[in-house]
């Protein structure tokens, strides 16, 4: 394959990622070229030791995924990691889907479980007033002065639920950082 033909199709694989960093990879493409040139090679030869863009593509799109999820590891580009990384071969495919869907139930889960303690606590805290503007409704055994502080530990301890499940979010999408970067150094050493 010729050097025009490996840096067209390479480029158009790269068409998703900001034109700033594409154009930084892609040259530093072109410097293999010309370094291999230099060398004495032909373009076939060290488009052949590169290999095949299309693949290289898909490495690269990863890499720039795991990258920016590093910088800023949100839902958003975790899930961005976790569509790149299934076309990097036929285990990811299912692999990564079952890992980011099952952990993120779990994780939404507990997440929706904390919310509820804390509404818990809200209400615990809140129902000797509210029982005063509506008796038929509002039925809480507990005396007032129990009710009131044990719905404010309560609240707090939601608090302390919910930084705990943001540590646990954060550890989840390391783990899945490091899956991928981990399948990214099996595939570049396959090559």
């Known amino acids: 394959m010729s050097k025009n033909k490996f840096m067209l199709v390479l480029s158009k694989q790269l068409k998703n990622i900001p034109e700033l960093d594409r154009k930084e990879i892609l040259s530093d493409y072109e410097e293999h070229f010309r370094l291999g040139i230099q060398q004495g090679r032909d ?3 060290i488009a052949q030791a590169l290999g095949e863009p ?13 990258n920016t999820a590093e910088k800023n590891t949100t839902i958003s580009n975790i899930f961005k990691i976790m569509i790149t990384a299934t076309g990097l071969g036929f285990f990811n ?12 139930s779990i994780i939404f889960g507990l997440y929706a479980l904390v919310f509820g303690v804390f509404i818990s606590g809200g209400a615990l805290a809140l129902s000797p007033i509210l029982k005063i503007f509506f008796p038929q409704n509002v039925h809480n055994p507990l005396n007032p002065l129990l009710s009131i ?34 399948n990214i150094n099996i595939i570049k050493n396959n090559k």
Request: glycine content about 12%; aromatic content about 18%; charged content about 20%.
């Open 149 to 182: 502080p044990l719905g404010i530990v309560v609240c707090f301890l939601s608090y302390y639920l919910f930084k705990g499940m943001n540590i646990l979010s954060k550890k989840f999408g390391k783990f899945l950082l490091n899956y991928i970067k981990g």
């Open 54 to 66: 299309n693949k290289l593509a898909k490495i690269i799109k990863t890499e720039y995924a795991v």
């Open 43 to 45: 373009e076939e030869e």
């Open 93 to 104: 495919l299912f692999f990564v889907p079952i890992v980011f869907i099952g952990g993120g």
